[in-house]
């Protein structure tokens, strides 16, 4: 079965020329991945994979960087480089936080 | 009345991020983001030194590195020759840091026109270029570049007659590609660094040509 | 660099020779795009051995390294429909386990 990722030929529109400024965390992403990879905890291929993956309508609905965060993580969970719950408790401290600048 | 960041004199010593994130709620994927680099951070995998200077890195790699090499290849033709040999190499020469990439370069002819594309994932040549435009990375382009090239050159103002070639390069596995154009007329004598800022980035991933004298 | 010659599985084919991509269609990673199984082109060059990506996505290191490819095709050969002059072609990059020789 063809992957939704692959989608060489397949018919679609017009092009979207306007380019937007990269927002500071997606370049904090990129940069992620270069880290990792540079130090053995990602590879490349892991990466596609974990994006290839998604569900088409949620990787059709995650923009670049989200798609590629979320890869990220899989990776690393997988890898055991992070637990779950460890995450799970982190993400709620940030959200925690965020919530409380006014 | 939200409240706003005060700047005292103390905090003029460390740089501003280059663009803040927005200060309404954090998506959920940016709260992973956010996470996930302090979990690495407070285990010793990576610093926030690291991340600051692989961000600065990244933001200094620009077009410009790869229209250094396109003047260079357009005034030297024993460089140009290397280059076509082996790209990485011959972005070495110029002192560009290509790390790892596998940079292959294909040259634009009279009657060839090369157009990049990486239909499976948006494989760009990061590392000479910079970070790639929206639109390469969009369904659109990597659908449409591999069966209507023409049509999507068309859609940039590039329309190439019948007799040209056009010939679409999908990045599909190591190898990362630059085009090379070619040098307009009515730049005989010019330096090389006149001649760099003829060279756009889409002239590079092959949808547009270089600018005219 | 690709993966050093000892490491490596022997090339079989060479610049200018015919090849088909094979028809499979199994899950998992994979670089060989949909569109492009089961064409013929022709070979333009060797690029080197590399590890197989279809391992390394899973954090294997995809050795012996497999001979990667850039294979020239016809885009009328490709798409049926295809609109633009005979002369336009497309190149890809096919790791050497993807190709079979053909008459």
């Known amino acids: 079965m063809r992957g939704h990722h692959d989608m060489g030929g397949l018919p679609a529109g017009p092009i979207e020329r306007a380019e937007h400024d990269y927002a500071f965390w997606e370049k904090r992403v990129d940069a992620l991945m270069m880290l990792l990879t540079e130090r053995n905890l990602l590879r490349v291929d892991e990466n596609r994979r974990a994006i290839e993956a998604l569900a088409p309508d949620v990787y059709d609905a995650m923009s670049y960087y989200e798609r590629w965060i979320a890869a990220i993580t899989q990776v690393l969970l997988q890898r055991g480089v992070l637990t779950a719950d460890e995450l799970g408790r982190k993400m709620a401290e940030v959200e925690a936080r965020a919530a409380r600048k006014p | 009345m939200s409240e706003q960041d005060t700047h005292t004199p103390h905090d003029h010593a460390h740089p501003h991020p280059a663009r803040p994130d927005q200060d309404e709620s954090l998506g959920y994927y940016q709260v992973m983001e956010v996470a996930v680099r302090e979990l690495l951070i407070e285990k010793g995998v990576i610093s926030a030194g690291d991340v600051r200077r692989a961000v600065e890195a990244m933001d200094a790699r620009t077009p410009a590195q790869g229209a250094r090499i396109v003047a260079r290849a357009w005034s030297d033709p024993a460089y140009k020759a290397r280059l076509l040999a082996d790209g990485s190499a011959a972005a070495r020469e110029l002192g560009i840091d290509v790390g790892a990439t596998h940079l292959l370069v294909v040259e634009n002819k009279p009657k060839l026109h090369n157009l990049i594309v990486c239909t499976l994932c948006s494989c760009y040549p990061r590392m000479v270029l910079g970070r790639p435009p929206d639109w390469y990375k969009s369904r659109n382009y990597r659908s449409r570049a591999v069966n209507e090239p023409r049509a999507v050159l068309a859609e940039f103002g590039t329309s190439l007659a019948d007799d040209v070639e056009v010939r679409v390069h999908d990045s599909t596995a190591d190898m990362r590609y630059l085009v090379l154009p070619e040098r307009p007329a009515g730049t005989a004598g010019w330096d090389e660094a006149r001649l760099a800022e003829l060279v756009t980035r889409d002239s590079m991933i092959g949808v547009a040509e270089v600018r005219r004298p | ?103």
Do not use: K
């Open chain 3, 1 to 103: 660099m690709s993966a050093p010659a000892n490491a490596a599985l022997p090339a079989r084919f060479r610049a200018g020779d015919r090849v088909g991509v094979r028809r499979a269609d199994p899950p998992g990673h994979l670089r060989t795009p949909w569109y492009i199984r089961g064409h013929v082109g022709v070979i333009e060059r060797l690029c080197g051995a590399f590890p197989n990506p279809e391992e390394l996505a899973f954090n294997r290191p995809g050795l012996p390294a497999q001979p990667l490819y850039r294979v020239r095709f016809r885009q009328r050969d490709v798409w049926p429909d295809y609109r633009g002059p005979q002369h336009d072609t497309i190149e890809i990059e096919i790791y050497q386990h993807w190709l079979e020789p053909t008459g």
